[in-house]
């Protein structure tokens, strides 16, 4: 299966400034990647579709000013939490789509204090 | 709207135990339907999946059988190992799988020698 990596596992922000999350196909080229958000015991809810060289589709509720994707290369997908929040404090996790599935990345961690 | 409901964690069980984690899934076409499985510091990783009625997904000793007339797909392993603890994750697709995958909660599972 495809490997796919994350950096940084974790982060520490202060409110007000932003972040972002790398997260990278590293044998796999692949035109679509996806960004989950994982609450503490709560299911993984899909944030957003990204697709190497175009924009990415967002889910209902999910701001798109505030969560900004970028898939600028087929192994590179970032998002960038804009002016964060304490509330946007969470475990966000990246995949890819490879043949029919989709393989995950180890998530990061990010609090925002 | 499509979900997934699974049973609450954590699940503790001694080595060599029976394993049963109920899933059930609301959808309103026909979806495929997974389960994952997420190592403690690792991605999720896709465990079994079955796309059909009746279809019955196994893997590493894990089984679960796609139960149109009860919307479940419960996970099953006849003798759990210490190296199964982790948190498993029941999903559905109306798409094949690749795409907008729709996440239960997790369960942690912890086997005990």
């Known amino acids: 299966g495809a490997v796919v990596s994350q950096h940084p596992s974790r982060v520490i922000c202060k409110s007000g400034t932003s972040v972002k999350i790398e997260c990278r196909s590293l044998d796999f080229q692949a035109t679509t990647m996806f960004w989950y958000r994982q609450f503490p015991k709560k299911s993984l809810m899909l944030m957003a579709t990204s697709n190497e060289g175009s924009k990415a589709t967002y889910e209902q509720g999910v701001e798109k000013d505030k969560f900004l994707i970028n898939h600028a290369s087929l192994t590179l997908s970032t998002l960038t939490v804009t002016s964060a929040h304490p509330e946007d404090s969470s475990f966000y996790i990246c995949?890819?789509?490879?043949?029919?599935?989709?393989?995950f990345g180890p998530g990061t961690r990010l609090t925002v204090t | 709207g499509d979900s997934v409901t699974q049973m609450e964690g954590p699940v503790t069980l001694s080595e060599e135990a029976f394993l049963t984690i109920n899933c059930t899934y609301t959808?309103?076409?026909?979806?495929?339907l997974f389960w994952y499985v997420q190592y403690p510091g690792e991605g999720l990783q896709l465990l079994l999946k079955a796309t059909k009625a009746d279809d019955k997904g196994s893997n590493k000793g894990f089984e679960a059988t796609y139960r149109k007339e009860t919307t479940s797909f419960h996970l099953e392993k006849g003798s759990v190992q210490v190296s199964d603890s982790a948190v498993y994750f029941c999903a559905l697709s109306l798409q094949g799988g690749s795409e907008k995958l729709v996440f239960g909660k997790g369960t942690k599972l912890t086997v005990n020698p």
């Open positions: 995949s890819i789509q490879a043949a029919y599935e989709q393989y």
């Open positions: 959808a309103t076409g026909y979806p495929s």
